[in-house]
């Protein structure tokens, strides 16, 4: 195992799961912002946080599987991680699991794994040598 791959890519999934844990754990704040579906917009954006960090380990690991294969697997662990979140809210006094919050942390995983991916594959890409073109 590289030390270094550990440390910049498995590290801050295992941590960023291990807050989502623990901020699930405690009663909702009173000082969230009031407005409606403001708690769907932050579902949204953790997960998407969430979704950034698996598709970005998941690179860096030599797995056999395609682009496409990369990109499913990442938005389905921080899916089934959300679901996961919301039964465990479920047994957290004060707290209950809403399926609307499970669809927000679906959809934001799904858009940070693509929005990632799309960057990745936009801004990294080699640029072509001037005898790798084709004339017209």
Same mark, same amino acid.
């Given at each position: 195992?590289?030390?270094? @791959?550990?440390?910049?890519?498995? +590290? #801050?999934?295992?941590?960023?799961?291990?807050?989502?844990?623990?901020?699930?754990?405690?009663?909702? =704040? $009173?000082? +969230? #912002?009031?407005? =409606?579906?403001?708690? @769907?917009?932050?579902?949204? *954006? !953790?997960?998407?946080?969430?979704?950034?960090? %698996?598709?970005?380990?998941?690179?860096?690991? &030599?797995? &056999?599987?395609?682009?496409?294969?990369?990109? +499913?697997?990442?938005?389905?662990?921080?899916?089934?991680?959300? +679901?996961?979140?919301?039964?465990?809210?479920?047994?957290?006094?004060?707290?209950?699991?809403?399926?609307? $919050?499970?669809?927000? $942390?679906?959809? !934001?995983?799904?858009? *940070? %794994?693509?929005?990632?991916?799309?960057?990745?594959?936009?801004?990294?890409?080699? =640029?072509?040598?001037?005898?790798? @073109?084709? @004339?017209?």
């Amino acid at each position: 195992m590289d030390l270094n @791959k550990i440390i910049f890519y498995r +590290l #801050p999934v295992f941590l960023y799961c291990i807050f989502i844990f623990w901020q699930s754990s405690y009663a909702s =704040p $009173d000082s +969230l #912002p009031c407005f =409606p579906f403001s708690d @769907k917009i932050m579902h949204f *954006g !953790g997960y998407g946080l969430l979704g950034v960090l %698996v598709i970005r380990a998941l690179y860096r690991e &030599n797995l &056999n599987f395609s682009r496409k294969g990369l990109i +499913l697997s990442a938005i389905v662990f921080s899916a089934l991680y959300g +679901l996961s979140d919301e039964i465990h809210q479920s047994c957290v006094s004060q707290r209950s699991a809403e399926a609307l $919050d499970v669809a927000a $942390d679906a959809l !934001g995983s799904a858009a *940070g %794994v693509l929005i990632y991916s799309l960057g990745k594959e936009t801004f990294l890409k080699k =640029p072509q040598s001037a005898a790798g @073109k084709t @004339k017209q």
